[in-house]
């Protein structure tokens, strides 16, 4: 199963920068570091959502993800699903639980919580869902609720113009969501009776479906998290993200 993932995003590649006073800093030699840590990274993935002039960021409230293609499964999901033009949203709601920065193996660990992540996209699909043909093309959303994340970043530590900096090289991505609504519009070349019946299918077995191509969509979603992570390490040298 092969997933093709582009994340866009726009950063200045300048002099390091300096952590704005609203982002949270923990400090490893304190006894409460633990506690600190997830209060940090969930701190974080809100405020990258947003315009950081202070870091030269210029990151929307969304992430743009021009493109995703994840193949057929092997089991009810026997389709190739493209989508185009993502408009993800929902991580200025997210809520971590739980964090582990391993230092000897720079191995950061995370478990949260996203209420409600939209995927906006433009849609080509043409195959099988269960044992029904299906086809069509246009505008759709996929929404996960309640949709619970294990994160594993793997960094590695580079020097740039005299500093030291990390940068992700390696992730894994736990996805456990509660619900998945779907809404594809013209299927079927705009057939509103056939495609309403489609999505119907489609909400009912949602959990099948997603389990034939869960492994995918892991990869995909890392990324757009690793992604997230590496606009704020390229600007940040290590000795400015730990208090």
């Known amino acids: 199963m092969r997933t093709i993932l582009i994340c866009m995003y726009l950063v200045t590649l300048a002099t390091a920068a300096k952590l704005p006073a609203s982002f949270m800093k923990c400090n490893p030699k304190r006894t409460d570091f633990h506690q600190c840590l997830p209060k940090a990274v969930e701190s974080t ?21 021009p493109a995703l293609t994840i193949d057929a499964g092997s089991g009810p999901m026997g389709t190739k699903q493209v989508y185009k033009n993502l408009i993800v949203t929902g991580l200025d709601e997210i809520t971590c639980s739980k964090a582990d920065f391993d ?12 209420p409600r992540y939209q995927l906006n996209f433009d849609y080509e699909l043409s195959g099988k869902i269960l044992v029904l043909p299906i086809t069509g ?41 509660k619900r998945i609504e779907v809404k ?8 509103k009776a ?10 009912d077995n949602w959990k099948e479906l997603f389990e034939d191509v869960k492994s995918s969509y ?25 208090g």
């Open 45 to 65: 993935i809100r405020q990258l959502q947003r315009l950081y002039e202070d870091l030269n960021l210029t990151v929307s409230e969304h992430l743009e993800v």
């Open 103 to 114: 230092f000897d193996k720079k191995r950061l660990s995370v478990q949260c919580l996203i």
């Open 137 to 177: 093309q246009g505008p759709g959303l996929i929404i996960l609720h309640d949709y619970k994340v294990g994160l594993i970043f793997d960094l590695e530590e580079y020097e740039k113009k005299g500093k030291r900096y990390y940068r992700v090289v390696g992730h894994k991505l736990d996805i456990d969501p």
């Open 184 to 191: 594809l519009d013209d299927l079927f070349g705009g057939d």
């Open 194 to 203: 056939l495609g309403d019946s489609m999505n119907q299918v489609m909400n």
């Open 218 to 242: 892991s990869e995909a979603f890392g990324s757009i998290f690793a992604s997230i992570f590496n606009r704020l390490l390229v600007k940040v040298p290590v000795s400015e993200i730990w």
